[in-house]
């Protein structure tokens, strides 16, 4: 009886992994097509539900698509940075630099040059699409694996120097598993950052040329414009099901993969078994390729050793494996330094095209864009504190907490991947109904996607408090407000500045499309830097279009350089808990 349910779940799970290579294979097709179809700028949106799912496959495809170029780019770029002192001392700043220029400031010249490499067909625009999601991306991923790169214990790097790995053998067995954790949840929060400016990419204006994609992002951005909440709401629910669906395909099995690497027993970081882990163990056909992976492998290593057995002591080493072994290290550095010169030369030539365009606007219009930097510095500051008011405490009660852990983890998740573009006809209603005036309404905006930095930094803090000091504390009675105020709360703080740094940074982007909102046939808009630039990119007026990102950029920068650093400073001397 037993082998007979045995195989009905065998067979039940060959179903459905069969199913699922099948409709993926469609889903290429189809997205293949698209790819191939005569160019045609602004596609018509069909608003009818029987379109939405074949738009909500398109938009998974694209932010899959640039999800693993911003993989492959970190894994580049931020090893490349961590082992190289001269490829770190341009690198980090130029990374630090494109991190702060938001999604519309990549727009215009990516757009204008992927249509004139490919004008007769949609590839321009798709590539154009995925490398503005990659922008919205990247930078999070290649930071944290940079960082993470830079914290390995020098214990492991002694014990891989001793054993006789080299760097690629290092790399694969040591530093990978060391940063997966923090890379894992890191790419989850860069994901949702993909998803917040899907409206944008999918569906923007460029002077007097409107640019549309047939995807769930064009979908949204046009019931909005149109007004029709019956399409708004079906909006939300497939990019809800759509986030759901990714949650248990993918992040639930990567975030059970990468438990195994952690370093510390965390609480609420309990060992799982996601849906897709038991699919794959119940099924016959990915056992037997896996086996034959195994297999294969397995040959291999004992090909290679019988190799090494067969070389006696002082045994003529091959000559052109010895000339091979001598060059390429040489040829690495060589064409390492060849990358960096070309970068080197390439941002010297930006800067001075940049000085050249800078010089064509006013003064008048400096002093309007300065004064709309204060503007959104203020409402980004507002953002911080309001969201800080209710997050800490909320984040702190549930990273406490195993068992509240264990329940809010998939549902903030699943919130926290949720763009909140796609929310703000609700957050509009609400602004509309109490009147609030639309200057206070974009912090409003803001702070719905901004707030979930905040959140899940505190969670991973609290979740690192060590349980000895909570129990320590338990035992000696202490007040529940003396241990938030001499345990919890300066536990989670170098985590919350972490918060804070990442939650600015996406408030300052947030803001070119919560101060300039197009909806039901009118555009909303307030005074701020956010608005200035999606004016200059609407109008594709370039010169202002240079200021405002310039102004943007050199403000990120400066707080990062001065006022966050100091207080990352701060948590990291005054704060920091060294078990």
Known sequence: MQKVIIRHKSSAADAVVIAFVLSMIYALIAYGREWEAAFHPAVDIDLSFYSLPYYTLFSAIRGLAAFCLSLLFTLIVGYWAAK???????????????????????????????????PRTNTGLELACIIMIFTGQVWNMTFSFYSSLKS???????????????????????????????????????????????????????????????????????????????????GVVAMSVLIV?????????????????????????????????????????????????????????????????SQRPGQMIDPRRFMKSRMRRPFLIWTARTILTGLFVLVMYGA???????????????????????????????????????TVPVGIWIGTSQSRMRLAQPIVQVLASFPAPMLYPLALAVIFIFRIPFGFGAMFLMLLGVQWYILFNVLAGAMRIPVELK??????????????????LPSVFPALVTGWVTAAGGAWNASIVAEYLAYKGQVLTTRGLGSLISVAAARANFPLLAASLTIMVAVVILLNRT?????????????????
């Open 84 to 118: 190289s002192a001269a490829a770190e001392r341009l690198l980090i700043p130029l990374l630090d630099i494109l991190q702060s220029i938001p999604v519309l400031g990549f727009l215009p010249g990516l757009v204008l040059m992927l249509i004139a490499l490919f």
């Open 152 to 234: 390995v214990p020098s214990d492991f790097k002694e014990v891989a120097s001793i054993i006789g790995l080299n760097s690629g053998e290092t790399l694969l067995k040591v530093e990978l598993p060391f940063s997966a954790m923090n890379l894992v949840w890191n790419s989850l929060m860069s994901m949702s950052g993909g998803w917040f400016f899907l409206s944008v990419c999918e569906a923007f204006t460029l002077g007097d040329q409107q640019y549309r994609l047939p995807g769930i992002g064009a979908y949204m951005a046009t019931a909005i414009v149109q007004g029709k909440v019956s399409a708004m709401v079906a």
């Open 245 to 309: 669906v990714m949650d248990v395909l993918i992040w639930r099995p990567v975030l059970a993969w990468a438990h195994q690497f952690r370093l510390e027993d965390i609480p609420g970081f309990t060992s799982t078994e996601p849906l897709m882990r038991n699919l794959v163990r119940e099924s016959t056909l990915l056992r037997s390729l896996k086996l034959a992976y195994k297999r294969r492998v397995l040959h291999r290593s004992l090909l290679k050793k019988q190799e090494l057995r």
């Open 352 to 390: 001075v095209q940049l000085v050249h365009t800078l010089l064509q606007v006013p003064l008048v219009t400096w002093v309007e864009l300065l004064f709309g930097t204060g503007l959104t510095f203020i409402r980004v500051l507002a953002c911080l504190v309001v969201g800080s008011i209710w």
């Open 471 to 488: 129990y320590a504390s338990l035992l000696m009675n202490v007040p529940k407000s003396e241990l938030w105020k001499k345990l919890y």
């Open 563 to 579: 006022v966050w650093a100091r207080i990352y400073q701060l948590s990291q001397t005054r704060f920091r808990m060294d078990l």
